[in-house]
């Protein structure tokens, strides 16, 4: 995973490119995507989403259940203007942080820095949690010998 890598899915041409020149600024790779589709062909390697919920056509929530469904454990920010009894729906997903439109660029730096943080985070226990299973496994065998 490219840690400093974000996928912006959002269905409004303006925001899309505003969030993404933003975060350009702020020295992120930015992917765009229109439509929760296009956003799940462009994955490969994205370490945060940044997802609209209500995208023209398939949801913002069809794209997070093809989060869950292959398997991908990548933190999302919500951008939204929809109700905040919405996020009951959402439980079941990791939805990082949520970002109720419209929203400062200041907020949208600062929520994406700390989401970002939080996943680089999670990405060192799970390497380190593996290189540990890995001795123990290796400790196992030499001590079964």
């Not at 680089?120 to 890995?134: M, N, Y």
Request: glycine residues 8%; positive net charge; contains cysteine.
């Amino acid at each position: 995973m490219d840690s400093s890598s974000v996928l912006i899915v959002e269905d409004d041409k303006a925001i899309r490119g505003l969030v993404r020149k933003v975060l350009e600024s702020h020295g992120l790779h930015v992917k765009e995507a229109e439509t929760a589709d296009d956003g799940v062909a462009q994955l490969a390697g994205v370490g945060l989403v940044l997802l609209d919920l209500t995208l023209v056509g398939k949801n913002g929530k069809v794209f997070l259940k093809a989060l869950k469904n292959l398997g991908l454990d990548l933190p999302v920010v919500i951008m939204s203007g929809a109700d905040p009894e919405s996020r009951k729906d959402l439980r079941e997903f990791r939805i990082s942080y949520w970002l109720k439109k419209p929203f400062e660029m200041e907020e949208l730096v600062a929520v994406t820095g700390r989401a970002m943080k939080a996943a680089r985070s999670i990405t060192t226990i799970r390497t380190a949690s593996s290189g540990l299973d890995r001795c123990i496994w290796n400790l196992t065998r030499l001590l079964a010998q």
